[in-house]
């Protein structure tokens, strides 16, 4: 995974922050506010399980990497609209590496 993507597009959605919802999607997704952009993560996830579904039957996977990529999307923009970042979320991952995942769903419950 090239993680430098992530990166720049974080900074970029940093920046949006203080743009106009003229002349930007992000800018104008921050200005409906946090339920619209809620809105928009649960539109994408239900895009990405219908494109998983049909690419079972099609055997084209090229809907999958695109709603997907629509997904991950929404979702850094939720993050930043909250003040996090992908960073947040990759420090999580490596902190469960070479933890089971079995093993980690008990951590949850204690
Ligand atoms: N990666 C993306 C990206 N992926 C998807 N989208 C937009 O997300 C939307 C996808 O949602 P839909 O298909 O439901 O679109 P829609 O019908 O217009 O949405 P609604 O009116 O239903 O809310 C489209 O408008 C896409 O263009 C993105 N918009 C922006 N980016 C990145 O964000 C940067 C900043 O974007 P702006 O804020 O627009 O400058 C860009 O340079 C890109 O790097």
């Known amino acids: 995974m090239n993680i430098d993507v992530l ?3 974080a900074t970029t959605l940093e920046e949006r922050k203080a743009a106009s919802a003229d002349s930007s999607y992000v800018a104008s997704l921050h200005a409906k506010g946090l ?3 809620l809105e928009k993560v649960g539109e994408e ?3 990405t399980i219908i494109a998983a ?3 079972v039957v099609s055997g084209d996977k090229q809907d999958v990497i695109y709603e997907t990529a629509d997904l ?3 979702t850094l923009v939720m993050l930043s609209h909250l003040d996090l970042g992908p960073q947040d979320i990759i420090d999580e991952l490596a902190r469960r590496f070479n933890l089971s995942g079995l093993e980690e769903k008990a951590n949850r419950n204690k």
């Open 45 to 47: 996830s239900v895009e």
């Open 7 to 9: 990166a720049q597009l």
């Open 35 to 37: 339920n619209k952009i």
């Open 53 to 55: 579904k049909d690419a």
């Open 72 to 74: 991950w999307f929404h």
